[in-house]
Nanobody, 121 residues
């Protein structure tokens, strides 16, 4: 499966953005889909994931502010980001795997290119 993430940009603190990740290939609905981010000089970290059945998982730092969802008919996963903070600034990556659920980046087999999110204070 090939993944393409888009929707990043520059936003003021407190604002919102919606990231999208379009997948090509078959059986999108069979994949666990995840979002990760990597800030400048930082390690890549888990943000959110959504399972095949639609169960969602979030990092504590984004819980209550971010929402992950998927549209299997459109082969797309979304990350709605509200109440953005400067510390959310990072390159955001979508990933896919056939695992049931995992928050570990090295366990994802497929990755899209990053989309930059910059939150100004």
């Amino acid at each position: 499966v090939q993944l393409q993430a888009y929707g990043g940009g520059l936003v003021q603190a407190g604002g919102s953005l919606r990231l999208s990740c379009a997948a090509s290939g078959r059986s999108f609905s069979s994949y666990l889909m995840g979002w990760f981010r990597q800030g400048s000089g930082k390690e890549r970290e888990f943000v959110a994931a959504i399972s095949r059945s639609g169960n969602t998982y979030y990092a504590d730092s984004v819980k209550g502010r971010f929402t992950i969802s998927r549209d299997n008919a459109k082969n797309t996963v979304y990350l709605q980001m509200n109440s953005l903070k400067p510390e959310d600034t990072a390159a955001y990556y979508c990933a896919a795997d056939l695992s049931l659920v995992t928050r570990i980046d090295t366990e994802y087999d497929y990755w899209g290119q990053g989309t930059q999110v910059t939150v100004s204070s």
